[in-house]
């Protein structure tokens, strides 16, 4: 029964979560005011790291039908219905767009006595760089007057859990480590609705609710969470790469079975998932008194050189060394110990090293839980080309541990959502999935950033002011991409403010001719060259700050045009022309027959000569001549796999897409280094994270380059498809779409192509093949060409 017990318990600790649906909100749940007081331990300022476990009995007559509840937290809850998680959050946002889920308890509740608790805890000064936070609360509203019996007041009990503590380590803006002495922990199943709290003091009442625009009050500004339950799945860890101390069975850990350490022994385990993946571990343990046990967690492990450490492939074990952030647990001798994360950890390789003391100690178990946006696979591209399908596996499993409760950066380090990083996140996910709510969130949370000034910040939500100019006009990028690709205009007239704030911040930079001089703030390209703090020419100027402008001028004009204001789209379209012309006279080296990166003609690259194409101020007759010379000239400063992105499509535009194939060495060269997911940059011995989702772009390219599907009116309401195959002679796939899904497949036959096509209902466009133009309409196209 102990053994059961412990597997029930550890099991409905993680895994047992409310499916990942959209929050149901009422219409009264915005509107009617909440009468819960936000709560909180008694005697406790809410200002220091804590780990506090809320509890309220109810009794209920009768099953009922729904239960509707909202509930949130500082820092973060994790909500238990009578043992069974059923909610985590809030989800991030900041202080004046506090967010609250909405979750129906009915199916978890009983007749008779009933048991709601939380676990929430607050990391304070160890937070992570993207947690906001006020102080230390819980509040709980019931949806209408039946339901708020469970209101949090003081018909609440609360206590602070002494054996927990964080474990400060080297720079990680994430989440830190935990010290968890079972010694000092709350003892049983303190879920469960038997338990005896009887000695559990009560809560402390701090504040009213507030929901947004309610009025005035301290604290957090409430609203519902536009984003559903993070989906939590199982996931066993692969294999054991090593060991030291004893022998380890082989069913150990990839399946449930104990595992026994013996007195006064010390064992050190390298645990391989074989993949990076992002889950809360948990560990269930009995007997031991006296045990001390870590958990280290790597991306990756490292080779010991004379000036440091580099990375060889990710597949290798031998001779290296282990460094990871670390959970350490120091356990009581009892049954049923069980240690789950706060937070979900970010890991390929796990280091377990267990010190027993007297008594043996008994691992009942050791899992992960994988968590992560509840985005669903619903692209399919058929090919024969195993590389092909590699590729995008790797691409999306990046993107998926790139997409939590906001798009991230990198899951191991930061865990922050920078604009640079998140509009090509955002369009894998237009194309891959077609699930847009965490890209509109990120829109809405780039928005609230926004300074008096008018520039954002360079990554949202976070508790510290990084600000990359350039990254702002990649912002009125994002918001050409969601018009172009999602049928929701409105959306993104209601964003048309910001972006006309954002463009009169660069204006007080402009000079007479346009071109921009001495922009503050950090002005980030790429990490290539000088990329990384941005060129500058000798009169403070530089023609990768004028192009990304010229581009924000041109997708703003657009887009005034069609929903905004006529009088800023014909400022817009004015102030393009100029730059355009400024650019063009200013940069334009004749005799290379390209782009500058400043007026001195010292410098030149990639970069530069991409977006003056994606631009459009190249003449047509100069497209192509100069893609190939961004091909051939390695002098040039070259793309890191970030900006490789804009580059691809430069090239594209002049004409070479039928090379696409060959352009992916830095995919290649990560795989042969055993990489799981993308790394940050093309330093493979050198890079930090190995997790970056802006690698993720031919999840996008081989569907809008290869298979060649594009939008071709906002709204993706006409559709223009242009493949390029290259060496192919058959390929297929579908991607979504906001009505429906557009499939293609494209073989050879007798030396003649045959092309099917499907577009939604309602949806037209044209098919582009050598030069000539086919039109399409709604549902099934054929042609032989």
């Not at 009422?26 to 506090?52: H, M, Q």
């Not at 696979?377 to 590389?387: D, F, I, R, S």
């Not at 360079?458 to 690709?485: A, C, E, K, N, V």
């Not at 594209?652 to 696409?660: A, E, Q």
Request: aromatic residues 12%.
């Amino acid at each position: 029964m102990k053994k059961l017990y412990i597997f029930l318990f550890s099991l409905f600790l993680v895994t047992a979560i409310v499916p990942s649906k959209a929050q149901v909100i009422t219409p009264s749940a915005t509107l009617k005011p909440w009468n819960a007081k936000w709560i909180s331990a008694r005697g406790d300022e809410g200002r220091e790291y804590g780990v506090y476990h809320f509890r309220k009995n109810i009794n209920l007559t009768s099953k009922p039908a729904t239960f509707k509840i909202h509930v949130s937290a500082d820092n973060r809850y994790k909500l238990y219905v009578n043992g069974t998680l059923v909610s985590l959050g809030p989800a991030r946002g900041d202080t004046y767009f506090w967010n609250f889920e909405t979750i129906d308890l009915a199916p978890y509740l009983n007749v008779g006595k009933n048991l709601v608790s939380a676990l929430v805890f607050n990391e304070a000064e160890y937070r992570p760089e993207a947690q906001l936070t006020v102080r230390t609360a819980f509040i709980l509203q019931g949806n209408s007057a039946d339901e708020e019996i469970l209101n949090t007041n003081k018909s609440w009990k609360c206590i602070k859990n002494r054996g927990r503590k964080p474990i400060p380590g080297f720079f990680f803006a994430a989440t830190k480590g935990e010290m968890v002495d079972m010694n000092e922990s709350i003892k049983g199943d303190w879920t469960s609705v038997d338990f005896d709290d009887s000695t559990w003091p009560g809560v402390n009442e701090m504040f009213d609710g507030k929901l947004k625009g309610s009025g005035d009050g301290f604290g957090w500004s409430l609203v519902p969470s536009s984003i559903p339950q993070m989906e939590m799945t199982n996931q066993r860890i692969a294999t054991v790469r090593s060991a030291t101390g004893m022998s380890i069975p082989k069913l150990f850990p990839a399946q449930k079975a104990p595992l026994t350490i013996p007195a006064n022994t010390t064992v050190s385990l390298l645990l391989d998932q074989t993949f990076l993946t992002n889950a809360y571990i948990t560990l269930a343990l009995s007997k031991g008194k006296g045990a001390g046990l870590s958990l280290s967690y790597a991306e990756t492990l490292y080779d010991k050189v004379s000036d440091g450490y580099r990375k060889s492939n990710r597949n290798d074990v031998a001779g290296k060394e282990f460094i990871g952030r670390k959970d350490s647990i120091l356990t009581d001798g009892s049954d049923a110990q069980v240690f789950t994360t706060l937070n979900f950890r970010t890991y390929r390789y796990i280091k377990l090293v267990v010190h027993t003391k007297a008594e043996p100690l008994i691992i009942e178990d050791l899992y992960g839980t994988f968590t992560g946006y509840p985005f669903k696979q619903t692209a399919v591209l058929n090919t024969n080309n195993p590389e092909i399908k590699q590729i995008l596996d790797i691409g999306w499993r990046t993107a998926r541990l790139n997409a939590w409760e906001t798009y991230t950066d990198c899951p191991y380090y930061e865990q922050l959502q920078y604009i640079g990083d998140t509009r090509i996140q955002a369009m894998v996910s237009y194309y891959y999935s077609g699930d847009d709510r965490l890209a509109r969130n990120a829109i809405n949370l780039m928005d609230h950033s926004r300074l008096a000034e008018g520039v954002t910040f360079s990554r949202y939500p976070t508790h510290s002011s990084q600000i990359i100019s350039t990254f702002s006009l990649w912002y009125i990028g994002m918001l050409h991409d969601y018009w172009m690709y999602r049928d929701d205009s409105n959306f993104i007239k209601s964003k048309l403010t910001g972006e006309r704030a954002i463009l009169d911040f660069f204006s007080q930079y402009q000079q007479a001719d346009g071109s921009l001089k001495d922009v503050p703030y950090w002005t980030f390209v790429d990490w290539a060259g000088n990329m990384g703090w941005g060129p500058k020419g000798s009169d403070g100027s530089a023609a990768i700050y004028d192009l990304q402008l010229l581009l924000a001028y041109q997708w703003a004009a657009k887009m005034e045009a069609k929903m905004g204001l006529p009088v800023y789209a014909t400022l817009y379209n004015q102030k393009a022309k100029q730059l355009a012309e400024t650019i063009q006279r200013k940069y334009w080296d004749p005799a290379k027959k390209m782009y500058a990166d400043t007026k001195d003609k010292n410098e030149f690259s990639q970069h530069t000569n991409s977006l003056a194409i994606l631009s459009g101020i190249v003449k047509e007759g100069d497209i192509t001549p100069l893609c190939n010379m961004m091909l051939s000239d390695k002098s040039l400063t070259q793309c890191t796999v970030y900006f490789k992105y804009y580059l691809h499509q430069a090239l594209l535009k002049g004409g070479l897409g039928n090379d696409f194939m060959s352009w992916l060495d830095i995919w290649r060269e990560n795989i042969k280094m055993g990489m799981t997911t993308w790394a940050e940059d093309s330093s493979l011995s050198t890079v930090r994270s190995e997790c970056h989702a802006w690698g993720s772009s031919p999840n996008i390219e081989f569907f809008r380059m290869v298979l060649g599907i594009d939008s071709d009116s906002p709204g993706f309401n006409r559709v223009k498809i242009a493949p390029n195959l290259g060496s192919m002679t058959e390929i297929s796939g579908e991607m979504p779409h906001p009505h429906g899904k557009i499939a293609v497949a494209y073989k050879m036959e007798n030396n003649k192509w045959k092309v099917d096509i499907n577009l939604p209902e309602a949806i037209n466009g044209e098919f582009i093949w050598k030069g000539k133009t086919y039109k399409l309409k709604a549902g099934k196209n054929s042609f032989l060409i």
